[in-house]
């Protein structure tokens, strides 16, 4: 299977007392024809480790190909075939929309016209529109408009719905989706587990510049020990239960206790429960709280590294 995006050993390392590694010798490959994730907290390498992919940061070390050309030698080429939105894109406020994609089309030797982009992203409405006169929501499809109207093989999205309403969440999920149904490969940032799960054949959790996971989100999901989480609290006058006693339970894949808090992973709900109610009853347990839910890739990075991923981190972007 031929790779959009392949990158080996990469590092970055930024100078300082301490100097900040930011990437610490991270291996990607991404197919083509997918949509792929990059996750993981703030401060994690996402946005670092795509910069470098996009040709915009230079790597300390490792080796970058970008479908199947190197920047060092291939720039130009590379640039005609990819598409770019960053976390936060500036365009000028005196320029209409129309204007503005006509403007990043005239970059491109071949692409869309600039209409068809605009419609892409449903802003014709807006065409005439003076940028500063858009919504938050519009801005960011404007942003994309201005990355696809040169017809890219390989879509780069750095959080991409950062701050924007669920509407226009939605509008931009559909973009994606429909870039990618078109052979198109999309590679994201986001630390939006729903956004993951929603649009990802594939997804990478980062942390501190390094892969700690890799998979399908439900590959992944399916890692925590089970598809379905019960999470429980006890009454401060009950006696604690042990994570061996809960893990004894039926369907009971994995038991985790933290401070007076429970969380078990279970296969099938329905056989759980009535198991663990009948055990609490029989101990004289007394529960807080109680709730049962699908696991999600926030739990998966919960389970392998103690925190969540609204969390900061130590490092940079």
Not at 82 to 104: C, N, Y
Not at 123 to 151: F, H, T
Request: charged share 25%; proline share 4%; net charge negative.
């Amino acid at each position: 299977m031929s790779h959009a995006i392949v990158c080996r050993e990469l590092v970055k390392h930024y100078p300082g007392k301490p100097p900040v590694e930011a990437v610490r010798g991270l291996d990607l490959e991404v197919r083509e024809g997918e949509c792929f994730g990059l996750l993981g907290p703030n401060g994690a390498g996402k946005t670092t480790t795509l910069e470098i992919l996009e040709g915009l940061l230079d790597p300390t070390s490792g080796d970058v190909r970008i479908l199947d050309r190197e920047w060092r030698t291939h720039e130009q080429e590379i640039r005609e075939a990819i598409g770019i939105s960053l976390q936060e894109t500036r365009f000028s406020d005196k320029l209409t929309v129309a204007e503005t994609v006509r403007m990043f089309r005239s970059f491109y030797r071949a692409g869309m016209a600039p209409a068809e982009a605009v419609d892409v992203v449903s802003l014709e409405e807006k065409a005439d529109a003076y940028v500063v006169q858009l919504s938050g929501g519009q801005r960011q499809r404007l942003a994309v408009a201005c990355a696809i109207v040169g017809d890219p093989r390989l879509l780069f999205l750095d959080e991409p719905t950062t701050g924007l309403d669920p509407q226009s969440r939605r509008q931009l999920w559909d973009i994606v989706n429909s870039f990618r149904s078109s052979g198109r490969t999309v590679m994201l940032t986001t630390h939006a587990m729903d956004e993951a799960e929603r649009l990802c054949d594939r997804v990478a959790i980062v942390d501190h510049g390094r892969v700690i996971a890799l998979g399908t989100p439900s590959q992944l999901i399916g890692q925590i020990g089970g598809e379905h989480l019960i999470d429980f609290s006890l009454m401060e006058t009950s006696q604690p239960l042990s994570e061996d006693q809960l893990q004894r339970l039926p369907s009971v894949r994995s038991a985790h206790a933290n401070g007076g808090t429970y969380r078990l992973a279970v296969d099938k709900p329905h056989v759980a429960l009535p198991a663990l109610l009948a055990c609490l009853q029989d101990e004289g347990r007394e529960l807080s709280h109680l709730t049962t839910r699908h696991g999600t890739l926030e739990d998966v990075f919960l389970s392998l590294t103690g925190r969540r991923l609204t969390e900061d981190a130590d490092v940079v972007a």
